[in-house]
């Protein structure tokens, strides 16, 4: 069973949007010090997304969904959302969230702890 579950997931058209749910169905954010969205296409590599510090006053994002995707959390739900507007084809993915206890920002999903199940994301052209 998955620490973290995702929803929000969809079948949009392009220039359309969707918010991302993740919730922490196994308390990892009461350990962890970065949260991050990942994202793979069949065939692809797992992608950076997204990520913030736990206190989130640090954010970063990815070049190519840079200025369309924004991040949030809600503490006291023990949720984080990805706003994705504007969302185009390329953006069509299965979505995870995934939670690291490391303090130096992590960028690879191979240093992340905590995953999700994922959540389809398909944009149609």
């Known amino acids: 069973q998955a620490q973290l579950v995702e929803s929000g997931g969809g079948s949009v058209q392009a220039g359309n949007s969707l918010r991302l749910s993740c919730f922490d169905s196994?308390?990892?954010?009461?350990?962890?010090?970065?949260l991050g969205w990942f994202r793979q296409a069949p065939g692809k590599e797992r992608e950076f997304v997204a990520l913030m510090n736990w206190r989130g006053d640090r954010k970063y994002y990815g070049d190519s969904v840079k200025g369309r995707f924004t991040l949030s959390r809600n503490s006291a739900k023990n949720t984080l959302y990805l706003q994705m507007n504007s969302l185009k084809p390329e953006d069509t993915a299965v979505y995870y969230c995934?939670?690291?206890?490391?303090?130096?920002?992590?960028?690879?999903?191979?240093?992340?702890?905590?995953w999700g199940q994922g959540t389809q994301v398909t944009v149609s052209s």
């Open positions: 196994g308390r990892t954010f009461d350990s962890a010090i970065h």
């Open positions: 995934a939670t690291s206890v490391y303090r130096t920002v992590q960028f690879s999903p191979s240093e992340y702890q905590y």
